[in-house]
């Protein structure tokens, strides 16, 4: 079985400031990791992905977060935040050998931006 | 092009009632996902649709059912409602090609349980 660990459920940032979230994963097998964003009465949206090769990906609005094997985490990062990034952030992880099947999700990271 | 679509948007209604939630899938998808989000549990993954077959459910009573249309469309009908009940309920959609993980959501249905 797989399972997502989002250790912070709430985490209040001044505008501009940085920003990191954290998830940890456990998998017996090779992961495809996620990050959705939900914006206040909005369904998610995903933010950005690991598939496969870099393990750094990018979103266009300047979130990025590494895949870290050796310590199973995929901790989302943001160098400024503005208020528009107020939201709840979910991580997820799939199993690469059945994909939609076995999507699970962390428990959300409330990100709320202090001006 | 259009996202998935649910409705309704926010109902209401008593304990031991019925209640019926509607989702339309973005064009071309055939698989259909309905999600659990109740306050402070994350989401639960509650049912899969693909090519009109129930593929897998999550940890819910059998009182949460639903079905997939020959359009790919959804419904996810709970029975005899109880408070716990209460909870924004998502649909997501994903073209079935790409086994990645990658769901499209919709807005939800809140549902109010009195």
Redesign the interface.
């Known amino acids: 079985a797989q399972s997502v660990t989002q250790l912070d459920s709430q985490v209040p940032v001044f505008e501009e400031a940085p920003v990191e979230l954290r998830c940890n994963y456990s998998s017996s097998v090779s992961v495809y990791l996620f990050w959705y964003v939900q914006y206040p009465n909005q369904g998610l949206q995903l933010l950005l992905k690991y598939l496969s090769g870099s393990t750094l990906v990018k979103s266009i609005n300047g979130f990025e977060a590494e895949f870290n094997k050796s310590q199973t985490s995929f901790h989302l990062r943001k160098p400024s935040v503005h208020i528009s990034d107020t939201a709840e952030y979910f991580c997820a992880v799939s199993q690469t050998n059945f994909g939609n099947e076995k999507l699970t999700f962390g428990t959300g990271t409330r990100l709320t931006i202090i001006p | 092009e259009a996202g ?1 679509t649910q409705s309704p948007t926010h109902l209401i209604k008593t304990r031991g009632q019925q209640v019926t939630l509607r989702c339309s899938p973005i064009s071309g998808h055939t ?1 259909v ?1 309905w ?1 659990q989000q109740a306050l ?4 639960q ?1 509650l049912l ?1 649709y693909d090519e009109g077959e129930e ?2 459910r999550g940890n819910f009573p059998p009182r949460f059912s639903g079905r997939q249309f020959p359009n790919y469309s959804s419904e996810l009908n709970v029975n005899a409602l109880e408070l716990e009940d209460s909870a924004l309920y ?1 649909c ?1 959609s ?1 073209d ?1 090609t790409f ?10 249905s809140r549902l109010t349980v009195l």
């Not at chain 2, 402070?40 to 989401?43: C, E, S, V």
């Not at chain 2, 086994?99 to 939800?108: C, K, M, P, S």
């Open positions: 998935v698989s996902y999600y402070g549990l994350g989401l993954f899969w593929r897998n998502l997501a994903s079935g086994n990645t993980g990658e769901l499209f959501f919709g807005e939800g």
